[in-house]
């Protein structure tokens, strides 16, 4: 199979409880991977979403939530994906579902190991053997709706563009509060603005990474080495490892909806943010400058224009665009790969895109937050 070595080398054996057979060998043209963590309240609504879906045969997919908590969760969170469990267990779909229990028992996962990341993976990893090479594999949140067209757009999508991977638009969903809606809608404008701006400045990094936006090929998951085991930003890495290894396609309609709740699980992402929102913190001061902009774009345009010359030269040019561009280059790096990278280039081409694999969306990301 397309996906052994990878299993092997990489994957998670994850041994799990009595989730519903399903049927040995079968083979779905879409995966849809959801961690579920104290979700029981907003998960039926993301599964309703599923069963609303138009324009597709909803016998061809597969939907595996990954109930999961650590081994030191709180007695409240165990009990919530308990109830998880039951609801996945009476739920009433016109699709195959089905959940992995990373919760219960001696199915806990350990405190170092648990996160989005780990539970997508966990998913992502055993959606495979129910998978050829071109059954596309989706990432969602619990607390997601999505389109009625969400699976027809999407599929449609891959077939006219020969996608390999592919990501949606997105909104947020409005909450009843309108102060609280303003700070979503401005989070929201931030995350596609910084996009839009980094996409202009001839990175290919210029896209949102947001978890339930994104999908790709199964044989795409397998050849990039599978979802980063991360507790945060777990779509931020994959999405950037797919990227060195492919395009990503954008397809650009609103069919996912995330929820725009609070939460203190994770460092960053939207609950987060929201939270400091609501503490006073403003969106506007995580904007980049427009210098920061420009100058990527200056450094972007100027090394691309260097291929087969001297790091000497790539200094010069560096000092012409901004004093202190050569102190972030030193420190990320580059004049210690500069050779390599002109050696492994036989086309300019070839070194545009050695290049872009190591000036990749982390080092951009600070590059605009050095000049800001």
């Known amino acids: 199979m397309f996906y052994s070595n990878y299993l092997k080398k990489r994957g998670i054996s994850f041994h799990v409880g009595n989730f519903p057979t399903l049927e040995a060998g079968k083979e779905f043209l879409s995966i849809i991977t959801i961690p579920s963590y104290s979700e029981s309240e907003y998960l039926g609504i993301t599964l309703n979403s599923l069963n609303e879906q138009l324009d597709f045969n909803l016998s061809n997919l597969l939907v595996i939530v990954v109930v999961n908590n650590s081994v030191n969760d709180s007695r409240n ?219 990527l774009r200056k450094s972007i345009v100027s090394i691309l224009s260097l291929y087969n010359e001297t790091s000497i030269s790539l200094k010069k040019e560096l000092l012409s665009i901004d004093s202190s561009l050569n102190l972030f280059f030193l420190k990320e790096g580059l004049f210690d790969v500069w050779e390599k990278i002109n050696k492994e280039s036989k086309t300019a081409h070839q070194f545009e895109l050695q290049f872009h694999k190591w000036f990749d969306n982390l080092k951009t990301l600070r590059l605009l937050k050095f000049y800001s």
């Open 77 to 295: 969170i165990i009990d919530d994906n308990i109830k998880t469990i039951e609801l996945i267990q009476n739920f009433k779909s016109n699709y195959n579902l089905t959940y992995i229990d990373a919760s219960t028992k001696n199915n806990a996962l350990p405190d170092n190991l648990s996160g989005v990341g780990y539970a997508r993976k966990i998913g992502m990893d055993f959606a495979l053997k129910y998978s050829n090479g071109n059954t596309i594999l989706h990432c969602l949140d619990a607390d997601t709706i999505v389109s009625p067209l969400y699976l027809s757009k999407i599929t449609n999508s891959y077939q006219l563009n020969k996608a390999r991977a592919l990501i949606v638009d997105f909104e947020h969903q409005m909450d009843s509060s309108e102060e609280f809606n303003k700070h979503i809608k401005d989070y929201e404008n931030f995350l596609k603005k910084t996009a839009e701006n980094i996409n202009k400045s001839g990175s290919p990094y210029g896209y949102v990474a947001l978890g339930p936006t994104i999908t790709c090929l199964a044989w795409t998951y397998v050849k990039v080495g599978g979802m980063v085991r991360k507790k945060a930003t777990e779509d931020f890495y994959f999405l950037q490892q797919i990227r060195k290894f492919t395009n990503i396609y954008f397809l650009n309609e609103k069919l996912v909806f995330p929820s725009s709740r609070l939460s203190d699980r994770v460092y960053l992402g939207t609950g987060f943010r929201m939270n400091q929102s609501i503490k006073g913190e403003k969106i506007k001061n995580l904007y980049y400058s427009e210098d920061s902009f420009k100058i």
